[in-house]
Nanobody
Framework: QVWLIESGGGLVQAGGSLRLSCAAS????????MAWFRQAPGKEREFVAA????????YYADSVKGRFTISRDNAKNTVYLQMNTLKPEDTAVYYC????????????????WGQGTQVTVSS
């Protein structure tokens, strides 16, 4: 079993930055693909970014490419999402996910999920 705790969300003005953290416990996640998804009110959950456990290859949704950076610190069993140049359309609950058994961009592929952290970007 893996437990994921997200933190770092909050209210920020458009153009600002936030860094989300996802701390894992219960098992080391260094070998797992880790990802961030988000869900805005009235919308479906969508893929944001993912990072492989081996080699650290990263993937991004087109909507965040060039603005967001996913990284991991295996010594701390933690994954991060640095979000820069935030836009009002980035407003959502952001979820951390671990251990993809399939396509990295599909939520159904992930075995473990955090409770989410709210990010609100004001215009």
């Amino acid at each position: 079993q893996v437990w994921l705790i997200e933190s770092g969300g909050g209210l920020v003005q458009a153009g600002g930055s936030l860094r989300l953290s996802c701390a894992a416990s219960g098992r080391t996640v260094s070998a797992y693909t880790m990802a961030w998804f988000r869900q805005a009110p009235g919308k479906e959950r969508e893929f944001v970014a993912a990072i492989r456990g081996s080699g650290g290859t990263t993937y991004y949704a087109d909507s965040v490419k060039g603005r967001f950076t996913i990284s991991r610190d295996n010594a701390k069993n933690t994954v991060y999402l640095q979000m820069n140049t935030l836009k009002p359309e980035d407003t959502a609950v952001y979820y951390c996910a671990a251990h993809s058994r399939g396509s990295y961009f599909l939520g159904a592929s992930y075995e473990y999920w955090g409770q989410g952290t709210q990010v609100t970007v004001s215009s």
